[in-house]
């Protein structure tokens, strides 16, 4: 069982810029995929960004040139490094690894967009 804790989020301006940090209880080389989602109130979760072992990205498009993930499996972790943030980035986001048939979430994180 693979165990995924975040770090990161609060509160902060738009324009402003946040870190977020999702470590794995094991080594995170055997998760192939590892991303980030977010869920704002009354909404679906969505794709934030994802990260493969091998580095491949994806990011929606509604944070691209904004958002940059990026992973250190020496440290079992995996990072969202959100820039330029607005009001509608607003929402809790989650850590989510997958290995094979299995998938992992992290405890979630609220990150939140106010003047």
């Known amino acids: 069982q693979v165990q995924l804790v975040q770090s990161g989020g609060g509160l902060v301006q738009p324009g402003g810029s946040l870190r977020l940090a999702c470590t794995a209880s094991?080594?995170?080389?055997?998760?192939?995929?590892m991303g980030w989602y977010r869920q704002a109130p009354g909404k679906q979760r969505e794709l934030v960004a994802t990260?493969?072992?091998?580095?491949?990205?994806n990011y929606a498009d509604s944070v691209k040139g904004r958002f940059t993930i990026s992973r250190d499996n020496a440290k079992n972790t995996v990072y969202l490094q959100m820039n330029s943030l607005t009001l509608e980035d607003t929402a809790v986001y989650y850590c989510?690894?997958?290995?094979?048939?299995?998938?992992?979430w992290g405890q979630g994180t609220q990150v939140t967009v106010s003047s």
């Open positions: 990260i493969t072992s091998n580095g491949y990205l």
């Open positions: 094991r080594s995170n080389n055997r998760i192939y995929t």
């Open positions: 989510r690894g997958s290995a094979g048939v299995n998938v992992y």
